[in-house]
């Protein structure tokens, strides 16, 4: 299924439909608060370079999700701003990377709109760091604010203009040919009591899994019994599965949990495929190969934004072969 973002203004039908969601999700059964004060808000949002901006994910031309930028979201902290605010995806299409493209295009016209810095308050700070939040303040012991840090994101104005299943802030036509018409909206691989396998959505690499721990352990020495003996299995399991999957040469697998400091390994496979590519973007062929820079080269260039290199565009087949052998 094929996800589309664009600004609410564009399809005023579905206004209310948001606004309820909105009001469902965080304001349901608090005074002075109904559906149509957030119509009323969202209806506000109707000019695509200035704040406020509402904007809307689609899934087989349907509304699946909503994410806002607004100008504060905290009564305590008016000095932050802009902020990212109600994000909502429908029940049916969580899990399934909705949430993240919709984060990803809000960070992209932040930066478009000149904006250095983006912040947001959270209960799930995880989902956020993945995406490249960093912690900022602690309100309170279930509630953080994050902030996203823009001004390193030198390509944000030209992956706001130009990504091809977007048209939040179009202006003129697109280019084609890039990862993000290919990104799939089904990424996870694997899931059990302990642990999830997700295809990394930030890096395009096909078979590039993320392995995360579902319980609260920020090392190797705090993991349960059950999540421990569970581990090196499941890391064997997906590697072999990668392996089969994408005629990997090499699987890597690094742990750093440093901006996601929750659990979690990086299962990177070293193909053929992506070795060419990196000897050609290097002029390096016939240098002895060196993992840690090949992954720090990946990891940048094969982006959503960047053209395909040749032999890597088959992430989602790739997945649904993870996903077919992990659970046979």
Known sequence: MKTHIDHLFDHPDHIRLVAGWIYDEFWKGKPGYSVETFESLLRQARDPDRVPLSILALVERQPAGTVNLVHTDSETRPDLHPWLAALVVVPEHRHRGVGAALVRELTRNAARLGFHELFLGTDIPRFYSRLGAEHFQQVRSDLCIMRFSL??????????????????????????????????????????????????????????????????????????????????????????????????????????????????????????????????????????????????????????????????????????????????
């Not at 977007?166 to 993000?180: C, D």
């Not at 590039?208 to 020495?221: E, Q, S």
């Not at 999957?245 to 979690?264: G, M, T």
């Open 151 to 328: 001004a390193r994101d030198e390509r944000g104005r030209e992956a706001a203009d130009e990504a091809p299943t977007s048209r939040v802030g179009e202006r003129g036509s697109r280019s084609g040919g890039t990862m993000s018409d290919r990104l799939p909206d089904g990424l996870r691989v694997f899931e059990d009591e302990h642990y999830m396998v997700d295809q990394c959505d930030s890096c395009l690499v096909p078979g590039y899994l993320i392995l995360r721990l579902k319980g609260p352990a920020v090392t190797m020495g705090q993991l349960t019994h059950q999540a421990s003996g569970r581990l090196g299995e499941m890391l064997s399991r997906a590697a072999r599965a990668v392996e089969a999957a994408v005629a990997a040469e090499r699987v890597y697998v690094l742990s750093f949990c440093e901006i996601d400091q929750w659990l979690h390994f990086h299962l990177f496979p070293r193909t053929r495929a992506l070795l060419e590519a990196y000897w050609r973007a290097t002029n390096s062929a016939g240098e002895p190969v060196n993992g840690p820079k090949l992954f720090e080269w990946a990891r940048t260039s094969i982006v959503p934004a960047n053209p395909v290199p040749p032999g890597l565009d088959g992430v989602e087949a790739t997945c649904a072969a993870v996903r077919a052998m992990m659970r046979g």
